[in-house]
């Protein structure tokens, strides 16, 4: 049995998961990660994680993209190369709106997404670190490190919480390569 | 969460009485995991029909130039930016789905945003092809771009709508697309982890090693989020840029300030038809019925009622200020479309885009998909005869009688515009085919709270009862079973 690395704890309904959440904890189960088919709204307390800071990512590069387009347009129409166009200023500012807006947009949702999948480590080709197959489909999985836990009082929590199935996994990820 | 139940009396979203969370999955993966069916044969046979068609009109136009088209010098635009102009609309509505109504938690958007958005990307690819063609000379459309060059560096005039307009599209295009993407990675995920062999190394690739954590999903969730929060504005700045095009001339007819709204309703109305035209076909052919229901149609039916209103307000402002200006030019623009040369297009439009969509207001009509699927072809058309009647009838006729002409199309014009119909429908098509067509992980987030069985047993249980004279689509006989 010491060959067991993860628990998993599968559960079919999204609130028998969250109690079992809360019996873990009360137990003082430590929980490693929860996957899940889709978002679990109030889990991110649960477990303590913090509030994701993207959105300060997006707004800084958003911004980003106003001053690039802002410094662009100024400097083709203003600095390099005014033109005459009936005698009026160069410096039109109505008219950088709408490339300021579009750039501000372009460079906010990119800068964003960039910066999610930098920190997720999401890209074409990365190995998912996916420790049960069915979690993209229709089970909701505790995953719990057997090596700080005793597995027998874990085991005996998840089955007390609803755990329709619990798993012993002898390595942390499932391999995509055998076949 | 899924613990909070909606009310009852709220149309179910999800229909069906034994649907579980694997029962989505299997639904809405089967088109993509089984052989194509003789259906989708014979309508990819046919888009890629047009699709060559197209190919042969965009080569004719680059060899020739766009003398190949029936442009004459009074009517210097015509079909190429009325297509431009009804694509970048069509694809309006995507992106109205899946951000504005996201913002307002519409969940009935979950189970239609990812083929409306899959629409928008084709129909811009579309729209952006009927750019590069009416530029002539296709080969230099980088001049349009901000880029340096050997003559200064001549830069691009900043103070014109049609910079603006290769800023918007482009940028609507690239956030569309990321929007997208990003929003698909779950799914193909779950495609991933069903698959064998090389399909699922293929998908493993496509999915970004997405694994579904905690942490992963609670960004997902603030990503989609602000992703909708900046194209809201997006949406309705693209439409309004492409309004300016017209807009910020002086041509009588063109020359409004109610451009910007008037654009944004028309594009958002012919998106919902093209939607309606699309899913009623695809529910049906790949089963979805479960999921794209009665409620969904019908609540898209209702969003068309109400822009096509807006868009007939807007063609009785436009008459009525042209009036009011007392400007002679303006006033013989408008009584020229209604009663010139060009009187069956106007009147095509007034019918199409005004008086036929009025019928929604009927239940019968709008919960009818015979009728449903009719009256959305009736709004393609009439949105396009828009835009045509838009362009050309403010052209045809301009402040010199001697120069006024009339359009009439050559086989190249009606070719590139079938063609890109045809180039529209292989790339959905080859979607269909590919992709889930259905965002799986927003439906299944709504199964425990709107979907019928969870009503029926909210009924079942005693929580909650129809009220008297209830005709929505719950099954009360069901629910004492």
Not at chain 2, 13 to 34: F, N
Not at chain 2, 335 to 360: D, E, H, K
């Amino acid at each position: 049995m010491s060959k067991v690395k993860y628990i998993l704890g599968h559960f079919d309904d999204p609130d028998v998961m969250m109690s079992g959440i809360d019996q873990l904890q009360k137990s003082n189960i430590a929980i490693e990660d929860v996957f899940t088919p889709f978002p679990i709204h109030g889990i991110e307390n649960k477990l303590g994680i913090k509030r994701s800071r993207l959105p300060i990512a997006a707004f800084c590069f958003g911004l980003l993209g106003t001053i690039t387009a802002f410094t662009m347009v100024y400097y083709m129409l203003v600095i390099d190369w005014p033109m005459n166009i009936g005698g009026k200023p160069a410096f039109a500012f109505p008219d950088f709106i709408p490339v300021m807006f579009e750039l501000t947009v372009l460079f906010a949702a990119y800068g964003m997404v960039f910066t999610f999948f930098y920190v997720n480590h999401l890209f074409p080709g990365r190995a998912p670190r996916v420790m049960d197959l069915r979690a993209t489909n229709d089970r909701f999985v505790i995953a719990i490190d057997a090596s700080l836990n005793d597995i027998n009082s874990v085991d005996a929590v998840l089955k007390e919480a609803g755990a329709i199935e619990i798993k012993h996994n002898e390595r942390k990820y499932i391999s995509y390569d055998e076949e | 969460m899924s613990s909070h139940s909606e009310s009852i009396i709220r149309e179910p979203l999800i229909t069906g009485k034994a649907i579980s969370y694997s029962q989505i999955t299997e639904d809405i993966c089967a088109p993509v995991e089984r052989m194509p069916s003789k259906a989708w044969w014979i309508g990819f046979s046919i888009a890629v029909a047009g699709l060559l068609l197209w190919l042969v009109a965009v080569s004719y136009t680059f060899w020739n130039g766009i003398g190949a088209w029936g442009l004459n010098k009074t009517v210097g635009w015509a079909w190429d930016i009325t297509n431009f102009v009804w694509w970048v609309g069509i694809g309006h509505a995507g992106t109205l789905i899946s951000a504005i109504l996201l913002l307002f938690r519409q969940n009935w958007r979950n189970s239609i945003n990812r083929s409306a958005e899959a629409m928008t990307i084709f129909a811009v690819i579309c729209a952006a092809s009927f750019i590069i063609a009416h530029m002539g000379r296709a080969w230099l459309f980088h001049w349009a771009l901000p880029l340096p060059n050997q003559y200064g560096s001549l830069w691009v005039n900043f103070n014109s709508p049609l910079v603006w307009d290769v800023f918007a599209i482009s940028t609507y295009f690239s956030v569309s697309l990321i929007f997208w993407y990003t929003g698909l990675l779950p799914d193909i995920a779950t495609i991933r982890d069903r698959a064998q062999g090389l399909r699922r190394r293929i998908y493993s690739i496509l999915s970004f090693g997405w694994n579904g954590s905690v942490k992963t999903w609670q960004r997902f969730e603030t990503v989609s989020l602000i992703l909708a929060g900046v194209s809201t504005p997006l949406v309705l700045s693209v439409h309004t840029i492409v309004s300016f095009d017209f807009a910020t001339s002086v041509i009588p007819g063109w020359h409004t300030t109610i451009f910007p709204p008037y654009f944004v309703a028309g594009a958002i109305f012919s998106g919902f038809a093209m939607v309606l035209t699309l899913l009623i076909i695809a529910r049906k052919v790949l089963g979805f019925e479960n999921y794209i229901t009665m409620a969904h149609i019908e609540s898209m039916n209702k969003i068309i009622i109400l822009t096509g209103s807006i868009v007939g307000v807007a063609y009785g402002t436009e008459f009525f200020i042209a009036w009011y200006s007392g400007v002679e030019y303006e006033q013989y623009a408008f009584i020229n479309r209604a009663t010139g040369p060009y009187w069956w297009a106007y009147w095509s439009m007034i019918t199409c885009n005004v008086i036929s969509p009025q019928l929604f207001w009927f239940k019968k009509i709008r919960t009818s998909i015979t009728a449903t699927w009719i009256l959305s072809i009736f709004v393609n058309i009439g949105m396009w005869f828009e835009r045509f009647v838009i362009i050309v009838t403010s052209l045809h006729r301009d402040y010199l009688p001697s120069s006024w002409a009339m359009f009439y199309p050559t086989w190249v014009d009606v070719s590139i515009f079938i063609g890109s119909l045809g180039l529209f429908f292989t790339l959905f098509l080859l979607f269909l085919r590919v992709l889930p067509a259905i965002a799986m992980a927003e439906v299944k987030l709504l199964l425990k709270g709107s979907s019928e069985q969870s009503k029926l047993k909210l009924i079942e249980h005693g929580h909650a009862a129809l009220p008297e004279g209830y005709n929505g689509s719950i099954e009360v006989e069901n629910a004492k079973n």
